[in-house]
């Protein structure tokens, strides 16, 4: 679908996956103007298709394009364009019963050629889909995180809060690092003391006191994720606590160590949810639940596969069917 200024959304079209012919001067690949999403469509016991909260896609993609002075598409029509995608690859969709999907990538660029620094005057709002395999296909394994002090992800009054390519390019020398230390992950701190908890790469995460799971409050600096919110509801369906906080990482380290912080778990569309093992930073090294997936973590991380599968009743709502 394109954007012209003056005239706003038109000509939607589904066409054959190919190459897009984008001039030398187009105005994304300098100014990095591009915002994106992604979510999963899944196939259900009866064998039709849904996908999962596509209106929050579809309402955190408004909020990223004000962030980056774009247009904003009206919700209905992201959905729709979802919705038509879906339609046409059905055949791509996996069958029910694993927690194979597939992923679709909605995104926005400029579209206009020019060097001069502003927001431009033409974009492009596109959906791609891939199939995407389990996770896990081995059964869930923790990962080992890097709690990184030497790079931030995001500022205050930066664009931590949309989902913008500039916060992952931001993002990939400090994932090296991780590697570096043999971890999996980076966990983000806070940009100004180095020492509250953020987010993950590309999940957020989630620290369990017993029966109650804490997830770090929306600073602006991370991202809004899907997942968080859905766990901040499914936790109280199943009778757990459920709140937003501030996590240092002394105190992650303190209340691992005295036993009340029991399991800890990085959430997002990508894996559903992810335990967390071994924990590594300049204040030392220490393992979450001895290394394994704590229970909490796998009844969560089952309740609410079941639901986007189909497997369980959808209380919410969430559930969107592709007709
Ligand atoms: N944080 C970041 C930086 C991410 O890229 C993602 C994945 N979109 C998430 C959190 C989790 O968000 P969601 O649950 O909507 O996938």
Redesign the pocket.
Known sequence: IKWTEGRGWHDGQLVPYGPLSVDPANMTLHYAQEIFE?LKAYRRPDGSVSLFRPEANAERFQISARRLAMPELPVETFVAACDALVKQDQAWVPQHGGEESLYLRPFMIANEVGLGVRPANEYLFLVIASPAGAYFPGGVKPVSVWLSENYVRAVPGGMGFA?TGG?YAASLLAQAEAAAKGCDQVVWLDALEHKWVE?M????LYFVYGDKIVTPELTGS??A????DSLLRVARDLGYTSEEGRISTEQWKRDTENGTLTEVFA????AVITPVGTVKSTAGEWQQSGGEPGEVTLRLRKALLDIQTGKAEDVHGWTHRIA
């Open positions: 992604g989902k916060n987010e790469g590309g999940m957020n991370l991202l994720g899907i997942t968080r959430c997002g569309t990508a």
